[in-house]
């Protein structure tokens, strides 16, 4: 990889792809314990080839972004819920957890070093933070890795919607993402690599992506894409499905607090059949990458639903959008604890 210099950057203009930074973080696991952790300038791992999560998929990642404030201060949003679901995802794979101070601080870390690549407040781009857990060394059986590496990494990212909030439209998938007692609700490598055939085909067909029904039954809402969903009723209530097989999603818990205490919406976590979409006026899917991405339309067994409508989004889902962002980007006063200075 070429290693990019910040000056030939055009932060107006940035997509959603790797760039080579000057810094990144890497601790690793050796003996039991962790070594003490440290900036590197190597953009290359080098791991064992009998690495598990090579062939096993004992891995585990989280995504998170630096903002900066129109003053120009750089901040992060929850990395502590970052920190505790990658504990979650560690403990489902038997990898060691990584402390949640040690992460906050690592995240700190790499968002210091590689300064300039935080995006200027009125681009609408972020740094977006990869932490990635993987086991490494040789070995061939399955079971769990002895070493592991703990990295974050950083990459400057575009606007999600240049230009506001655009609705699209999505079908419901035959696929599966994961089983009810699966690994659903960890952020795991392996259930991306499956999520790449169903997502492939429905972008042929002309969506943007797929919604998954629940694996028991498929009749209820689980998941938009590597997105939750969220939908508001007709008479304000912010419902958002409850599964054991949902990846629990920072965003959409920040937005189901913000849409009971900001907008003093009803609020409630419950089944969602892909029958009784007539109850809602506006929908979404909702994530770090876009915070919201409203839904326009989905299809399910040939018969298509529209929301509040295919080119326009609803107001309250703008509403939700517009308070996030703003405390994100420090222009809406936050809640306590949600807000973390980098410099
Ligand atoms: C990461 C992810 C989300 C979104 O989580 P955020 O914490 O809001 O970024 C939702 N669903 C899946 C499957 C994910 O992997």
């Not at 700190?108 to 681009?123: G, I, Q, R, T, Y």
Request: hydrophobic share 35%.
């Amino acid at each position: 990889m070429t290693r990019v210099n910040a000056k030939d950057i055009d932060f107006n203009n940035l997509g959603f792809d790797y760039m080579d930074l000057p810094y990144r973080y890497i601790a690793r696991y050796r003996n039991g314990q962790w070594e003490k952790g440290e900036l590197s300038d190597d953009s290359d791992l080098h791991v064992s080839e009998g690495s598990t999560a090579l062939h096993y998929g004992q891995s585990a990642f989280e995504g998170l972004k630096a903002y900066r404030t129109p003053e120009g201060k750089v901040q992060l949003f929850r990395p502590d819920q970052n920190a505790k679901r990658l504990i979650a995802s560690c403990n489902r794979l038997l990898m060691p957890e990584f402390p949640e101070e040690d992460f906050i601080e690592a995240a700190k870390e790499v968002v210091k070093a590689n300064l300039d690549f935080v995006p200027p407040h009125e681009s609408g781009g972020t740094l977006y933070l990869r932490p990635i857990m993987m086991g490494v060394g040789g070995q061939l059986g399955v079971h769990p890795a002895k070493e592991y590496i703990f990295t974050i990494f950083a990459s400057p990212v575009g606007d999600y919607f240049k230009g506001g909030m655009t609705p699209t439209s999505f079908v419901t998938s035959d696929y599966d993402r994961a089983a009810h007692q699966g690994t659903g609700k960890s952020k795991v490598g392996g259930n991306y690599a499956a999520s790449l055939l169903p997502g492939e085909q429905a972008k042929k067909d002309g969506y943007s992506d797929v919604v998954y029904l629940d694996p028991l039954t498929h009749q209820n809402i689980e998941e938009v894409g590597a997105a939750n969903f969220f939908g508001i009723t007709k008479d304000n209530e912010f419902k958002t499905p409850l599964s054991p097989s949902i990846l629990p999603s920072i965003t959409k818990y920040s937005l189901l607090w913000l849409a009971e205490h900001r907008l003093g919406l009803k609020v409630s976590e419950c089944d969602i059949p892909v029958d009784d979409l007539d109850q809602f006026k506006e929908a979404g899917a909702c994530g770090t990458a876009a915070v919201i991405s409203p839904i326009g339309s989905l299809t399910h067994h040939d018969k298509k639903h529209v929301f509040y409508s295919e080119t326009e989004v609803g107001p309250l889902t703008t509403q939700l959008f517009d308070t996030l962002k703003g405390i994100q980007f420090g222009t809406v006063e936050a809640p306590e604890g949600w807000i973390v200075p980098v410099d």
